[in-house]
T-cell receptor, first 112, second 116 residues
């Protein structure tokens, strides 16, 4: 079972920031938080990951709370092409395989 | 980097037939994963390889399913005696395992299987 809880759906206006929350209250000290997204009819795409520090790359920012029990993925200027299902996954870095569990994710709709 | 390639994109078969899917990973990637995804659900792990060794199999992988990765390059997933419940998207992913903390999976576009 997924170790994360995400809202099933969210809307965001085009050009605004999209903030996608994820709860992972049982996360352990050596587990990373990964975010992937899946655009319709495509395979999932890696976005970003982090352990405890906030992370930023060309796609998004990841904010992890100090107690690490929740995180937020931020798409700073959402476009229509960001409409997708976003998955938050917690995993020990060396233990991929069946422990890399995708939950149902959050369906983000970016509206014009 | 040509990405992960999966063939065919779509497969329609009759119940009881055997089907085989192929996955070509990104060339230098040493790990290859198979997932299954049904409508409205996230991908479910099936199995993965490191080079040619199959390291882990999910309990979802019944004995009708077999996967191979000869020579540690492309992989095939075969389903024997297909059932209607096998209808799903079958996704392949590959990764370059360099460190334990920075593994990223790159997915193909999947093979959509419909069993009639």
């Amino acid at each position: 079972d997924a170790k994360t809880t995400q809202p099933p759906s969210m809307d965001c206006a085009e050009g605004r920031a999209a903030n996608l929350p994820c709860n992972h209250s049982t996360i352990s000290g050596n587990e990373y938080v990964y975010w992937y997204r899946q655009i319709h009819s495509q395979g999932p795409q890696y976005i970003i990951h982090g352990l405890k520090n906030n992370e930023t790359n060309e796609m998004a920012s990841l904010i992890i709370t100090e107690d690490r029990k929740s995180s937020t993925l931020i798409l700073p200027h959402a476009t229509l092409r960001d409409t997708a299902v976003y998955y938050c996954i917690v995993i020990v870095g060396y233990n991929y395989g069946q422990n890399f569990v995708f939950g149902p994710g959050t369906r983000l709709s970016v509206l014009p | 980097d040509t990405g992960v390639s999966q063939n065919p994109r779509h497969k329609i078969t009759k119940r009881g037939q055997n089907v085989t899917f192929r996955c070509d990973p990104i060339s230098e990637h040493n790990r290859l994963y198979w997932y299954r995804q049904t409508l409205g659900q996230g991908p479910e792990f099936l199995t993965y390889f490191q080079n040619e060794a199959q390291l882990e199999k999910s309990r979802l992988l019944s004995d009708r399913f077999s996967a191979e990765r000869p020579k540690g390059s492309f992989s095939t997933l075969e389903i024997q005696r297909t059932e209607q419940g096998d209808s799903a998207m079958y996704l392949c992913a590959s990764s370059l395992r360099q460190t334990a903390t920075n593994e990223k999976l790159f997915f193909g576009s999947g093979t959509q299987l419909s069993v009639l």
